[in-house]
């Protein structure tokens, strides 16, 4: 059971662009909401991460969009540039005393910005 | 800087062998996790531990067993491999100290063949 749904699978942006990755979840239990970026060849490491407690988060060119009714946030990127080419993944984690920080993770989105 | 490392990048075993995958982190954290990533699936949890001896089953430990002696390293075991096993293998570790948001810093991965 995937209980976090991401898309596209794979997105070609020319650079400049806005490139846009969605997500939704179905557990109401989780809170906390982090991106990861994989470049090939090296492990995720954490983009941006947001809270409930706010509907967005701006860090740079990458805004993470909250919307809780909808149970879904997104992952914006202005300004896309050939560097931002990589594999993002939107992950979810509740935290509770219990989850140590466990990650439920997306399929992932394969982006390529094109010059 | 957090290192995370992983014994070897790639492997090749043959159904039936016995495999051990070794990640080494170095920055005293308690929580350790190990994921599988497939295309298309994104990053499963497989088992995570949270404390030296401790462990925990993610979402698919079929298959897999994991052992925690020293606080810097967790290791993943496949006691007979098969070939639904080829995959990529990522090591993560966190401090579960202040935080209950804290990262999860990754390792570059294991890419395991199964033969």
């Known amino acids: 059971q995937q209980q976090v749904k991401q898309s596209p699978q794979s997105l070609i942006v020319q650079k400049g662009g806005i490139s846009i990755i969605n997500c939704a979840y179905e557990?109401?239990?989780?809170?906390?909401f982090p991106w990861y970026q994989q470049f090939p060849g090296k492990g995720p490491a954490l983009l941006i991460a947001?809270?409930?407690?706010?509907s967005e988060k701006k860090e740079g060119r990458f805004t993470i969009s909250f919307n809780k009714s909808a149970k879904q946030f997104s992952l914006h990127i202005m300004d896309s540039q050939p560097g931002d080419s990589a594999t993002y993944f939107c992950?979810?984690?509740?935290?509770?005393?219990?989850?140590?920080?466990?990650?439920?993770f997306g399929q992932g989105t394969i982006l390529t910005v094109h010059p | 800087d957090v290192k995370v490392t992983q014994s070897s990048r790639y492997l090749v075993k043959r159904t039936g062998e016995k495999v051990f995958l070794e990640c080494v982190q170095d920055?005293?954290?308690?929580?350790m996790f190990w994921y599988r990533q497939d295309p298309g699936l994104g990053l499963r949890l497989i088992y995570f531990?949270?404390?030296?001896?401790?462990?925990e089953k993610g979402d698919i430990p079929e298959g897999y067993s994991v052992s925690r002696e020293k606080k810097e390293r967790f290791s993943l075991i496949l006691e007979s491999a098969s070939t639904n096993q080829t995959s990529m293998y990522l090591c993560?570790?966190?401090?579960?100290?202040?935080?209950?948001?804290?990262?999860?810093?990754f390792g570059p991965g294991t890419r395991l063949t199964v033969l």
């Open positions: 993560a570790s966190r401090s579960s100290v202040r935080n209950s948001y804290n990262e999860q810093f």
């Open positions: 557990n109401t239990a989780f809170d906390y």
């Open positions: 947001i809270r409930p407690d706010v």
């Open positions: 992950a979810a984690s509740g935290a509770g005393g219990t989850s140590y920080g466990k990650l439920t």
């Open positions: 920055m005293d954290h308690e929580n």
């Open positions: 531990s949270y404390d030296v001896k401790m462990k």
